[in-house]
């Protein structure tokens, strides 16, 4: 499901407006109005590759169009360094064989241009606050992006000057979603292009709303022979559950002449939500080829969900597009899906032509956490033990890191199923799995073995408000279902991750993977009808409480934050992770960023929650913003050492893009903010590269 949380909810704003008043110290030890998620946005079991299969191949709606021809395969690692979809690639390394930019020279870095562009919002006024999380897309000779007000712009990429925009006239209403979001745009080119022919490239942009824009890449125009004069309607297939329109908050993944296009939706307000069908399109007439459908027929009208609100990934060598599909609805109360649900909470192959399920690997059986899949798998050629392996590394919010091959689904490092937690007894309905898949390497991103240490410095500052709220929280493992005892239940690592959307960066080189987690606690309590009708329910920007309208329980999540807004739990709050692919160990591991609060920049050694991924290089550098003191940064590959950095005018939530113009490496970042970090929003782009 796609949801996004947020500690910037009013009772830690009300906890802002009293920190207010304390004297300096006190600020000075403040850290963090925390990060709640981007989450969410969302027995023994089998590998489930069989079974999956069976189960979604029955549901293929449409036979393959006529029209659908894949253009020719692509390496896996482009030769040739290309930034021309959401993660680079659609291997989703986020890797650059650039190299002009490398670890020695990277101090050396300076902006040579910025754009505003005019489309923020920070909430206060008549529009919702904007969440900018685009990653720029370098194509065609040109830089093109998405804003949150669902303009397209294309730019120079050397000097940031306008060569055409384009605006979609969309509502600007949080139709589905607490804030106007965008993710960017996707681009297309024909492999046989018609000379003189407008719309031989593409640009794609989708709405809240649901409507899928298709531009001229040269001009801007609107392409006539797509869809409807060039706006598709994807809402018009939105006929079970309806309650919301299939929000186009990510791009398109286009993998040849195919169009995969998941969607975002409305979580904790209903127990019943749209299915989460995944819908090929053809990338030249709009035309609908083919559908994926996690769930049965029965369970796609009592429940709904599984969707794919994030990115995908795919091998064209293998005809293999990989689906990271999130848990079925509702989040946090599973009474009503008690059946086996094999796709739910998955990585999926399905066949590009076809969408027919290859293989399928469940990472949570009976998702009642809200842990999603949630990024895009990044697919690596890795070698382990003398053996060469085409591998896929799919990150978590539960700070696993799972490994397969990614040709048949199975185990690099062995996955073992292991039991967990029963349950209180208090919650109707609920038939809980009784094991759970945890990889054996890599080892977990964070502890979530045990329940977190009170930080002792937050607990002491609230005279013992922490200590109280731990010892009235159940917790026997990540996996201890939501109760309606006491608090509730502790949540760790967060629904939000954990890995968030950026996902995984890996340089084939030197066989490394990079990743951002964040280190966060919550709590979740169910509450009866009757409890929750009585409760004095607060809301804020995806946290507090929430109806699940249509099940028996109301739902309630918090951040794990003293009256101060700090939390209780010991940091490092998020951190930044190398991994020799070859072994699974891992290389290095440092805080990155800093947490900022009122002003004040916390400790370094303290780390900052992170939205937003890594991009890696040729010349051994990792650059990042994601933090939430709202810098960009580049660190060594090899060592971890910061080498770089520079302030933007708000978190640079989006995964960086590094491309080459006329002989000349730049990096882009979006410092567009995202109100689950802070209350800080921005309209910036900056691109930077080496003196001339």
């Known amino acids: 499901m796609s949801t996004f949380l947020s500690a910037t909810s009013t009772p830690f704003k009300s906890a802002t407006s009293r920190l207010a008043a304390v004297t300096t110290l006190t600020l000075c030890l403040t850290p963090l109005t925390l990060l709640a998620q981007e989450q969410s946005e969302e027995q023994e079991q089998p590998t489930a590759q069989e079974q ?130 965008n993710r960017g745009v996707a681009y297309w080119e024909a492999d046989d292009p018609e000379a003189g022919e407008p719309c031989q490239k593409i640009i794609y942009m989708g709405t809240m709303d649901a409507q899928l824009f298709a531009v001229d890449a040269n001009s801007g125009e609107q392409c006539a ?26 791009p398109p993944t286009v993998v040849g002449d ?69 848990s079925p609805s509702p989040n946090y109360w599973g009474g009503n899906r008690t059946e086996d ?54 990150a978590t919010k539960m700070g696993f890191l799972f490994v397969v091959n990614r040709e048949t689904g199975e185990d690099v490092w062995p996955i073992e199923e292991r039991s967990v937690p029963e349950g209180d007894g208090t919650v109707e309905g ?31 500052m609230s005279f013992g408000e922490c200590s109280a709220l731990w010892n009235d929280l159940t917790y026997e493992g990540m996996y201890t279902p939501p109760t309606t005892q006491g608090e509730g239940t502790l949540g760790y690592p967060i629904s939000a991750g954990g890995v968030q959307w950026g996902g995984v960066a890996f340089d084939p080189e030197s066989q490394t993977a990079v990743v951002n987690t964040s280190h966060i606690v919550q709590y979740i309590k169910l509450y009866n009808r009757e409890d929750y009708e009585a409760a004095n329910r607060t809301s804020g920007n995806e946290s507090g409480f929430a109806p699940q309208e249509g099940a028996p329980y109301g739902m309630r999540l918090e951040i794990a934050l003293n009256r101060f807004g700090m939390p209780c739990w010991e940091p490092p709050f998020g951190e930044l992770v190398a991994l020799d ?45 994601a933090s939430m003191d709202a810098k960009v940064r580049a660190y060594s590959l090899e060592t971890g050492e910061e080498l770089w950095s520079d302030q933007t005018e708000a978190p640079s939530v989006s995964n960086p893009a590094v491309y080459e113009y006329n002989g000349r490496q730049y990096v882009a970042f979006v410092a567009g903010g995202n109100t689950i970090l802070k209350d800080q929003v921005g309209d910036q782009i900056t691109v930077y590269a080496l003196p001339q």
Do not use: C
Not at 262 to 273: C, L, N, P, T, V
Not at 591 to 609: I, L
């Open 581 to 625: 692919m070859t072994t699974g160990d891992v290389k290095w591991r440092r805080p990155v960023g800093a947490s900022q609060q009122y002003g004040f920049f916390m400790p370094e050694s303290w780390g900052s929650p992170t939205i937003g991924g890594p991009a890696v290089t040729a010349g051994n550098v990792i650059f990042i913003g």
């Open 341 to 394: 649900v094999p796709l739910g909470t998955s990585t999926t192959a399905v066949d590009i032509e076809t969408g027919e399920v290859v293989w399928s690997r469940q990472w949570v059986h009976h998702d009642i956490w809200d842990y999603d899949t949630v990024a895009a798998p990044t697919l690596m050629d890795i070698t382990v033990d003398g053996e060469e392996i085409p591998a896929l590394l799919q």
């Open 52 to 181: 999956s299969g069976e189960q979604a191949s029955a549901e293929q709606e449409n036979s393959p169009s006529d029209e659908s021809t894949s253009s020719a395969p692509i390496p896996l690692v482009p030769g040739n360094p290309i930034w021309d979809s959401f993660h680079g690639q659609l291997n989703a390394q986020k890797y650059s064989p650039l190299d002009q930019i490398n670890a020695d020279n990277v101090g050396e870095l300076e902006k040579v241009w910025e754009v505003h562009t005019g489309d923020v919002a920070d909430g206060s006024g008549d529009l919702p606050a904007t969440v900018w999380s685009a990653t720029p897309v370098f194509a065609n000779d040109t830089l093109y992006i998405g804003t949150p007000f669902y303009r397209i712009l294309a730019l120079d990429p050397a000097s940031g000057e306008e060569k055409w925009s384009f605006d979609t006239q969309s509502s600007l209403e949080a139709l589905t979603q607490p804030a106007l979001k």
């Open 258 to 326: 195919h169009l995969i296009l998941g969607w975002a939706g409305m979580d904790w307000a209903y127990e019943q939500a749209p299915p989460g069908t995944v819908y090929s399109i053809n990338a030249r007439t709009g035309e609908r080829e083919w559908t994926f459908q996690a769930l049965s027929d029965e369970m796609r009208e009592q429940s709904g969900t599984a969707n794919v609100w994030t990115h995908m990934s795919a091998d064209e060598e293998l005809g293999l597009v990989y689906l990271p599909v999130s």
């Open 430 to 460: 609920e038939v809980y799995a009784q094991t759970q898949p945890f990889p054996t390497k890599p080892e977990p991103l964070l502890d979530q073995s045990e329940k977190p240490e009170v930080w002792a410095l937050a607990d002491a």
């Open 225 to 250: 022979e797509f869809a409807d004069n060039g706006v598709l309607d994807v809402n018009q297939w939105n006929d079970t559950n309806d309650r919301w329109p299939l929000s186009l908050l990510q």
